[in-house]
């Protein structure tokens, strides 16, 4: 492994393991909610800014702050924005609040670039982009489609939508920006369509190549899997060969180590890294316990409007034993894998999901849902605009 791939894989494990001076500044949250207020003000908190330009090789995004800054506007809104899914449409769906549009994540050590779409194109000019995964991966690409879609005339710009494998096009570039489905990035009985009963899926440990026919030829993959492991503690696993019938159960960090292998090795098997670069999105945290956050009467992530400023923060909803899985795995392979780590600073962000802004069934939340936030509030997928925006700013300064 080279040092760009160990800066890349400490770089990972920072997410999940504190430095001395986090540990020591993790009860300055009061210091850290006056540099927001001075920054929403239009003061700086009154220090110099002298973090260096983004460099991926000597800057972690894990270590920062979120500061709120009114006078930056969002690239795009889900009311001008045609590709966003009603899901992720809380503006359109009644959410009163706008602050959460507003935040900005800051590294400790340095400036992310801003996300430039017409910089981005020129940068996929004859490429293709893939987002593969869950509907996380999901979020993130039509943040992304968002981001540059705006500055197309709609006669060099198309959308072409499936169940399994979707794809914007952006014509005078010749470049496209694709999402493709697959929940374990492994095949299961479950991928089309959907088995909502956890119990009932079955998994095929060792194959991909249902799912690889369609990354194959792609210049850019960003991988994920993450959520649809958390739905129960065991998997159903069988062999591609043995069919159902053969199934058994095994812990659900186990499976999920078996099929990143399997993910591994057809990476490592069949990718060119001078013809194709890999990512890898970490996981995106949930929040469905308003206690981590010391909100003893909330309820999730209903009614929360701001991010939680304690530094270092980490709740319930991401799993470090899960994300040590990854690095574990990722550390042994041949091809190189950029991680692309929004947990740490999504951990914060309480306030940037759907909560009861959402759709149920593909009809909107009634009154009498939304009075019961317990059962309905979405604290998993994020609003657009939101939170995944930062996640492709971090996307983008890696291209």
């Known amino acids: 492994m080279d040092d760009s791939e160990s800066v890349i894989l400490r770089v990972w494990r920072q997410c999940f393991f504190l430095t001395e001076e986090e540990k020591r500044s993790s009860s300055e949250e009061g210091d850290d909610v006056r540099v927001a207020a001075a920054a929403a003000a239009g003061g700086d908190g009154g220090g110099v800014d002298d973090r260096f330009d983004f460099d991926p090789n000597e800057c972690s995004v894990t270590h920062g702050k979120w500061v709120f800054n009114a006078s930056i506007k969002p690239l795009y809104s889900d009311k001008t924005c045609p590709y966003i899914d009603r899901q992720f449409s809380c503006v359109q769906n009644g959410r009163p609040d706008s602050d959460y549009r507003h935040w900005e994540w800051q590294p400790d050590d340095c400036v992310l670039p801003r996300f430039n779409p017409k910089i981005a194109l020129e940068k996929l000019r004859g490429k293709r982009l893939m987002f593969v995964g869950d ?4 979020n993130q690409w039509e943040s992304f489609v968002c981001m540059v879609e705006s500055i197309l005339p709609d006669e060099h710009k198309s959308l072409r939508r499936d169940r399994s494998h979707s794809v914007f096009t952006a014509k005078n570039y010749n470049a496209t920006i694709e999402v ?20 009932k899926r079955v998994l095929k440990v060792d194959s991909v190549a249902k799912h690889a026919q369609y990354w194959t030829g792609v210049d850019i993959l960003i991988f994920n899997t993450y959520i649809w492991w958390m739905s129960a503690p065991k998997m159903r696993w069988a062999s591609f060969k043995n069919g159902e019938e053969g199934s058994q159960e095994l812990d659900s960090p186990i499976a999920y180590r078996l099929a990143l292998e399997t993910w591994a090795n ?16 970490t996981m995106s945290p949930t929040h469905a316990r308003s206690q981590d956050w010391n909100h ?13 400023m304690k530094r270092g923060y980490w709740g319930s909803g991401s ?15 041949k091809a190189p894998v950029t991680f692309i780590n929004i947990t740490q600073l999504s951990e914060h962000r309480i306030d940037g999901h759907p909560s009861v802004y959402n759709e149920l069934g593909s009809k909107l939340l009634t009154d009498e849902q939304r009075a019961d936030p317990m059962r309905y509030t979405d604290c998993i997928h994020w609003c657009l605009p939101g939170v995944p925006d930062t996640w492709n700013q971090i996307l983008f300064a890696h291209l």
Do not use: H
């Open 135 to 138: 509907s996380l991966q999901r």
């Open 180 to 199: 493709y489905w697959a929940p374990f990035l492994v095949e299961s009985n479950s991928d089309v369509p959907i088995i909502t009963d956890p119990k």
């Open 266 to 281: 057809w990476v490592d098997s069949t990718i060119d890294p001078n013809k194709t670069r890999v990512f890898f999105t």
């Open 296 to 308: 003893t009467d909330g309820n999730k992530c209903f009614n929360e409007t701001k991010p939680v």
């Open 319 to 333: 799993d470090k034993g899960m994300m040590s899985v990854v690095a574990t795995v990722v550390e042994k392979m």
